[in-house]
């Protein structure tokens, strides 16, 4: 008679939701690409497809539509378990918590923010991006979408009390998500420009560091909070 | 240290709290008043101009304390919000939640006024400067937890969930001011910041400021306890002491009624 | 007082637990104590509080007043002891996507496995053999909550805490429950669970509590 080890536990909650994301739900599982292909597309729709123009804002365009596609599968992290008991089975089964919605974070990233990171420079090229930004935007894309992910799955866990959460979601998830935005975006335009992006690269990678032990601790308060 | 760990605990129990704000609410209302009218006669009537911005640097007496008070408010409901999952106190929740639209109110208020002292310096009433930028991400974050409060059924775990949500954002906002203030200086290298840091004010001016600062925090009191106070007497409704205050005949003689389970044994 | 005359503390305990919700009392100051071997069953009418009380003693909701203990050791709300406890809930806990095998298989690394049990076993206990490969979206309510018993049997905690745990399920299904029931609290387990009275278990020390209509 043993209970698991939680890395163990862990381990098979990313394993279990990484086999629903990613082939037992396959229909839903390019949505977030596709969303961002088609938000990447409005832009130069709506601005004119100047390419001198586009050019310069091809970065923050790229980075305002990773944010907003991060934003779409952020309710179903939790929403799923929470209709239908697994939730109420994570916070009872004695495991610590926060390691089991990091498992969530992960499962997350894996799913949204890995597909967006590789996608963003081929969004990018598609907006005429200075080609010498493009390795920075794939570091910063590889540094902030995880941010994005952990932010957001610990808003997620909060609105999990809801029945529909919807816009109520994304207007808790935008305003955090900012920083990363202003940093990510930032390093793009300064690779862009030729100038040094490590600053705001080093931001982005002294958040990412400071959200890795915090994030699941939040989130774990919030899905006690939501359970009860 | 003692007297106040007692006081503290004693406020933890909603009669107490009840007494206490009651007979504070009138002297907060009262002070922040006058204090108000004092600062702002001196402020807007008899402090000298700047010699750079004429009068229309006056509405700073209103910007720069609800902009303080706009901080502030925040940082009180976070912390109540951290008390309230730490150590389960009612009133904590209900002082996170109490102080939310009113701290809301000082950051609409604040963003108002530096829209329009920015109207006179730059000709327009919105610009991108790193202030205001960070203020209007305040009202969001403020938005945030008192729609995150309204959208949950059971009212304790709202405002609990409200006050998770206040802490995350006070860590948070640091980063966020700190980001903003990043991306200002790299798009607009050569600005003049339109509103004047508190820092390079002249003591003759600095008087009235102090005054609002300590006015708007009275009212703030007075505000957030005469909510708490509505806020407590609704999650308190069937209790004796409630029903005491409305005048009308109490149920019990302990403070909470009582229907025992009845329990029985088969074998 | 010698050894032998202090008992061994319950395995479980509650003293004065009660629970209200926005001024509304759910269910009044309660006591109530499980030693090994015992099945308690939680008795009342729709909406007296069953479903919360279960919760409060899974530490899903913590009690607006009362204490709760494991083995005499008071617990810190929320705080329950890892693997000692496996709750059945009004919702299974289970994902429809998945197979009946592939939700256990979730179930044993995240409470870990009954010594000499394997997920096949489980599933043929619970009467549920043939169906390993099927999601269980294709499968009725009755099928999902056999999984679901199945999924009880894997896990090597000593209490259980059932919510209606003969709901959707055939006399057969009925049957099952009984013997796991038995065999559970023979082999030192103990059980709490709620039910509206169709429960046919024959365990020699069953206690019930009632959940009583609530002051208006």
Request: overall charge neutral; some cysteine; proline content about 5%.
């Amino acid at each position: 008679m043993s209970p698991g080890a939680p890395l163990g536990a862990a381990l098979g909650l990313l394993q279990r939701d990484l086999l629903l994301l990613l082939w037992r739900q396959r229909a839903d599982a390019l949505n977030p690409l596709l969303f961002a292909l088609m938000v990447a597309t409005l832009f130069p729709l709506a601005l004119g497809p100047e390419a001198q123009m586009l050019s310069r804002v091809a970065g923050g365009i790229v980075w305002v539509t990773v944010v907003l596609a991060s934003l779409l599968s952020l309710d179903a992290v939790f929403r799923g378990d929470a209709d239908d008991g697994s939730l109420d089975q994570l916070a009872t089964c004695g495991q610590p918590l926060a390691m089991l919605a990091g498992a969530k974070m992960l499962a997350h990233w894996i799913g949204t923010g890995l597909p967006l990171t590789l996608a963003g420079p081929l969004l990018a090229y598609m907006l005429g991006i200075e080609r010498a930004a493009v390795p920075t935007l794939l570091l910063a894309l590889l540094l902030g979408t995880p941010l994005l992910s952990m932010v957001g799955a610990c808003c997620a866990a909060l609105t999990v009390a809801m029945r529909r959460s919807g816009m109520l979601l994304a207007l808790l998830v935008l305003p955090l998500t900012i920083p990363v935005l202003i940093f990510g975006a930032g390093a793009v335009d300064a690779a862009s420009t030729g100038g040094d992006p490590s600053a705001p690269l080093l931001f982005l990678a002294a958040g990412l560091a400071l959200a890795l032990p915090l994030a699941p601790l939040g989130c774990a308060a919030a899905i006690r909070i939501g359970t009860a | 240290m003692n007297r106040f760990t007692l006081w503290f605990h004693k406020m933890g129990s909603p009669p107490t709290f009840y007494a206490f704000a009651e007979r504070w609410r009138p002297w907060l209302l009262g002070g922040a008043l006058l204090l108000t009218t004092v600062a702002l006669v001196w402020g807007f009537g008899y402090a000298p101009a700047d010699y750079l911005q004429g009068d229309s640097f006056r509405i700073m007496y209103i910007h720069v304390p609800a902009a303080w008070m706009a901080q502030f408010v925040f940082f009180v409901m976070a912390v109540s919000g951290f008390v309230a999952i730490v150590w389960r106190i009612k009133l904590a929740e209900i002082m996170c939640i109490a102080s939310a639209p009113v701290g809301a109110a000082f950051t609409a208020i604040a963003l108002a006024t530096g829209s329009l002292w920015g109207r006179p310096t730059w000709g327009t009433y919105w610009v991108w400067d790193g202030r205001l930028t960070s203020t209007l991400i305040l009202l969001f974050l403020y938005f945030g937890v008192i729609g995150l409060y309204r959208a949950i059924e059971d009212r304790r775990k709202a405002a609990r969930a409200a006050g998770l949500l206040s802490i995350i954002g006070m860590i948070n906002i640091p980063i966020i001011k700190y980001s903003v203030e990043w991306w200002n200086t790299l798009h607009q290298p050569a600005s003049i910041n339109v509103i004047k840091g508190s820092s390079s004010i002249d003591a003759s001016m600095l008087w009235p400021l102090l005054l609002m600062a300590i006015a708007t925090k009275l009212y703030y009191g007075w505000s957030a306890l005469s909510r708490a106070q509505l806020m407590v007497l609704e999650s308190e409704r069937g209790k004796d002491w409630v029903r005491e205050l409305a005048g009308l005949p109490m149920v019990g003689s302990s403070s909470r009624p009582v229907e025992p389970a009845t329990r029985s044994s088969t074998t | 007082m010698t050894a032998f005359d202090s008992p061994a503390p319950p395995l479980f305990a509650a003293r004065g637990l009660g629970f209200s919700r926005d001024g509304e009392i759910i269910f009044a100051p309660l006591d109530l104590e499980v030693w090994s071997g015992d099945a308690l069953v939680i008795e009342g009418a729709n909406g007296a509080g069953k479903t919360t009380l279960l919760r409060v003693l899974a530490g899903l909701l913590d009690p607006t007043e009362g204490c709760l203990s494991w083995q005499g050791v008071a617990l810190a709300d929320g705080q329950r002891i890892a693997g000692s406890i496996a709750m059945l809930g009004h919702h299974l806990g289970l994902k429809v996507d998945l197979t009946p095998i592939e939700n256990l298989r979730f179930r044993i690394a995240l409470g870990g496995l009954r010594h000499g049990m394997t997920a096949a076993i489980a599933l043929r206990s619970a009467g549920l053999q043939g169906y390993d490969d099927v999601p269980l979206r294709s499968l009725s309510a009755g099928q999902r909550k056999r999984t679901a018993l199945a999924a009880l049997l894997l896990s090597p905690a000593t209490l259980w805490l059932l919510d209606e745990p003969y709901a959707n399920l055939d006399r057969e299904g009925q049957r099952v429950v009984d013997r796991m029931l038995e065999t559970h609290c023979l082999r030192g387990g103990a059980a709490i669970f709620s039910s509206h009275g169709l429960f046919t278990p024959a365990l020699s020390r069953m206690h019930s509590l009632q959940l009583g209509g609530v002051a208006a």
